[in-house]
């Protein structure tokens, strides 16, 4: 027997019709991802591409190479080079010297074979024959590392258009991708960079988990971003307690509301905890031989760094060890764009009104929580004694956050035609921050907050410059005649040696007798200043390089 039954076209139709929207709307967030991560791309590759080295740029390309040989010849215990751990860095590094070994294999094998010919129990910053062969393989570890936080701007993106819709979630990615101290960062083979993007994924998974449905599905993406935020830096860990600590919020405030939903929170923490412990194991292969005695590594590592620091830094116009708990405070002035501030100051009044509309609860939550971890980030790395300003990196990607919170708590609660005002406004915001970044292409790390006085106050207030413009007094001297046969004594090796055709050494006064040229950097003026106008007494002055309106 046949039977036949009614079709309902209307009900059909209506299908069809969510169907086709939500296939338009995944190409048109598609095409939105692309484009952010292609805009971030630009700028983090023109500074990737620079000539300059950072101070342990090539203590992370050497770290990487000994990384590599142990994973070819299954030593998996002496993949722990460090105890940062610095594990996802050290596979930039790799991806680095693999792609060395495509572009040029004759190259490499050479530049290899005379690294593993050292025996260095530790990176020796002033060797400069290694520290030459050592930047053969540098731009091609940072490109890694660019692209990966360029990605991280589109899955930001995508992520935080969950919680405040496609309009608020691509005015921030556009900030994040064209900030310059992020994107100075983003350009060089370190840890912070990659530290702040996994975090800030990691939190903003989570937090669409327990504000949309989904729960454990958001919980092991935001674990797996939570294990590699770890594996490349050890502050990572904050996200433990930080993690515990919002879904106990969530279930303090849902329990009488969702009562099954709430209680479900506990497994969510469980079943994070656990997705982020195999991640971070999967992807250390010390952690399958020797766990125990590999996070003991790590754990002391960072109890030396929450110690006495080895190098004085420059705080508040004077050399110090300590610089005290208004460090952080201070750099995040400096290293923050005046259009971001701007931004997070607004984003307080919604939060202390009394009155909040229910459909921008669950939003904050999410702004709360994002300025809670910024919060506790500071706390958190104000007690060690080892303080720079790089460290603040994952406080500067949660301003951003709540930067774009606030924007759409304004389009929401505004009319029609104000709306349209608050876009003219955000859309000159973004082109100003635009031509913030522009003058220090490729340079993006010599950025200090104009507000404030750019890089003329800032160094009289903090330190300043990480290789910026050595490569520039490099290119100098190397035109010179004869430059192969000259000397030149420097308080910046690690910067210059890599890049010059001749001899360096150190900046002292046993030194000076041989020297030809002597390259003075502003850090040595702040740090010893005392010191560098004895060695400079009789010397005649050859070459400036001036970067953002200072003498670097």
Same mark, same amino acid.
């Given at each position: @027997?046949?039977?036949?039954?009614?079709?309902?076209?209307?009900?059909?139709?209506?299908?069809?019709?969510?169907?086709?929207?939500?296939?338009?709307?995944?190409?048109?967030?598609?095409?939105?991802?692309?484009?952010?991560?292609?805009?971030?791309?630009?700028?983090?590759?023109?500074?990737?591409?620079?000539?300059?080295?950072?101070? $342990?740029?090539?203590?992370?390309?050497?770290?990487?190479?000994?990384?590599?040989?142990?994973?070819?010849?299954?030593?998996?215990?002496?993949?722990?080079?460090?105890?940062?751990?610095?594990?996802?860095? @050290?596979?930039?590094?790799?991806?680095?010297?693999?792609?060395?070994?495509?572009?040029?294999?004759?190259?490499?094998?050479?530049?290899?074979?005379?690294?593993?010919?050292?025996?260095?129990?530790?990176?020796?910053?002033?060797?400069?024959?290694?520290?030459?062969?050592?930047?053969? %393989?540098?731009?091609?570890?940072?490109?890694?590392?660019?692209?990966?936080?360029?990605?991280?701007?589109?899955?930001?993106?995508?992520?935080?258009?969950?919680?405040?819709?496609?309009?608020?979630?691509?005015?921030?990615?556009?900030?994040?991708?064209?900030?310059?101290?992020?994107?100075?960062?983003? #350009?060089?083979?370190?840890?912070?960079?990659?530290?702040? =993007?996994?975090?800030?994924?990691?939190?903003?998974?989570?937090?669409?988990?327990?504000?949309?449905?989904?729960?454990?599905?958001?919980?092991?993406?935001?674990?797996?971003?939570?294990?590699?935020?770890?594996?490349?830096? =050890?502050?990572?860990?904050?996200?433990?307690?930080?993690?515990?600590?919002?879904?106990?919020?969530? %279930?303090?405030?849902?329990?009488?509301?969702?009562?099954?939903?709430?209680?479900?929170?506990?497994?969510?923490?469980?079943?994070?905890?656990?997705?982020?412990? *195999?991640?971070?194991?999967?992807?250390?292969?010390?952690?399958?031989?020797?766990?125990?005695?590999?996070?003991?590594?790590?754990?002391?590592?960072?109890?030396?760094?929450?110690?006495?620091?080895?190098?004085?830094?420059? %705080?508040?116009?004077?050399?110090?060890?300590?610089?005290?708990?208004?460090?952080?405070?201070?750099?995040?002035?400096?290293?923050? =764009?005046?259009?971001?501030?701007?931004?997070? *100051?607004?984003?307080?009044?919604?939060?202390?009104?009394?009155?909040?509309?229910?459909?921008?609860?669950?939003?904050?939550?999410?702004?709360?929580?994002?300025?809670?971890?910024?919060?506790?980030?500071?706390?958190?790395?104000?007690?060690?004694?080892?303080?720079?300003?790089?460290?603040?990196?994952?406080?500067?990607?949660?301003?951003?956050? #709540?930067?774009?919170?606030?924007? $759409?708590?304004?389009?929401?609660?505004?009319?029609?035609?104000?709306?349209?005002?608050?876009?003219?406004?955000?859309?000159?915001?973004?082109?100003?921050?635009?031509?913030?970044?522009?003058?220090?292409?490729?340079?993006?790390?010599?950025?200090?907050?104009?507000?404030?006085?750019?890089?003329?106050?800032?160094?009289?207030? @903090? =330190?300043?410059?990480?290789?910026?413009?050595?490569?520039?007094?490099?290119?100098?001297?190397?035109?010179?005649?004869?430059?192969?046969?000259?000397?030149?004594?420097?308080?910046?090796?690690?910067?210059? #040696?890599?890049?010059?055709?001749?001899?360096?050494?150190?900046?002292?006064?046993?030194?000076?007798?041989?020297? $030809?040229?002597?390259?003075?950097?502003?850090?040595?003026?702040?740090?010893?200043?005392?010191?560098?106008?004895?060695?400079?007494?009789?010397?005649?002055?050859?070459?400036?390089?001036?970067?953002?309106?200072? $003498?670097?």
């Amino acid at each position: @027997m046949i039977e036949t039954f009614p079709i309902d076209r209307k009900e059909q139709n209506a299908t069809q019709a969510r169907w086709l929207w939500v296939r338009r709307t995944l190409k048109r967030d598609l095409v939105l991802a692309i484009g952010l991560y292609l805009l971030a791309l630009g700028p983090r590759l023109a500074a990737a591409c620079a000539r300059f080295v950072t101070s $342990d740029e090539l203590a992370w390309v050497y770290r990487a190479t000994r990384f590599l040989t142990a994973l070819s010849t299954g030593d998996w215990a002496h993949t722990a080079q460090v105890g940062h751990p610095g594990v996802m860095t @050290m596979w930039c590094g790799v991806a680095g010297i693999l792609l060395r070994r495509l572009t040029a294999p004759k190259a490499t094998a050479e530049h290899l074979a005379w690294l593993a010919r050292l025996h260095w129990t530790s990176f020796d910053p002033f060797d400069g024959p290694a520290l030459k062969q050592l930047a053969f %393989f540098l731009v091609a570890g940072r490109l890694p590392v660019a692209i990966l936080t360029s990605l991280a701007v589109a899955g930001i993106f995508l992520l935080a258009r969950r919680l405040w819709g496609r309009r608020v979630a691509l005015v921030g990615a556009v900030f994040l991708a064209l900030d310059p101290f992020p994107v100075g960062l983003s #350009a060089v083979l370190h840890l912070d960079a990659l530290t702040a =993007s996994f975090t800030t994924l990691s939190l903003l998974a989570l937090l669409i988990g327990v504000t949309e449905t989904g729960l454990f599905r958001w919980a092991v993406l935001s674990g797996t971003l939570a294990g590699l935020a770890m594996l490349t830096k =050890s502050s990572a860990i904050l996200l433990i307690p930080f993690v515990a600590l919002t879904l106990g919020v969530v %279930f303090l405030t849902q329990q009488k509301r969702h009562p099954e939903k709430a209680f479900r929170l506990g497994g969510a923490f469980f079943l994070w905890l656990a997705v982020a412990g *195999l991640t971070f194991c999967a992807l250390y292969p010390a952690m399958w031989v020797s766990p125990l005695g590999t996070l003991r590594d790590i754990f002391g590592t960072a109890s030396r760094h929450a110690g006495s620091s080895v190098h004085p830094i420059f %705080f508040w116009g004077r050399a110090t060890f300590d610089p005290g708990p208004f460090f952080y405070p201070v750099a995040l002035a400096f290293r923050t =764009s005046p259009v971001i501030w701007l931004g997070v *100051l607004a984003a307080f009044p919604p939060l202390l009104g009394r009155r909040f509309p229910d459909w921008a609860r669950g939003r904050r939550l999410s702004l709360l929580a994002l300025l809670c971890f910024a919060a506790l980030f500071v706390v958190f790395m104000t007690p060690p004694t080892k303080k720079f300003d790089r460290y603040l990196v994952p406080v500067s990607y949660t301003h951003l956050r #709540a930067h774009e919170t606030r924007h $759409d708590l304004v389009c929401r609660l505004l009319s029609a035609w104000r709306q349209r005002g608050v876009l003219v406004i955000l859309t000159a915001a973004v082109v100003l921050q635009a031509l913030v970044s522009l003058p220090y292409v490729p340079y993006f790390l010599a950025y200090e907050n104009p507000l404030l006085g750019g890089p003329q106050v800032a160094a009289r207030v @903090m =330190s300043v410059g990480w290789g910026e413009g050595v490569d520039q007094a490099a290119a100098y001297l190397n035109n010179l005649e004869g430059a192969e046969d000259m000397c030149v004594v420097t308080g910046a090796i690690p910067h210059l #040696a890599p890049l010059f055709a001749g001899e360096t050494l150190p900046l002292d006064e046993a030194h000076l007798p041989l020297a $030809d040229y002597l390259v003075v950097s502003v850090g040595d003026m702040q740090i010893r200043p005392a010191e560098i106008e004895t060695l400079l007494a009789g010397a005649e002055l050859v070459h400036t390089v001036r970067l953002g309106n200072l $003498d670097y």
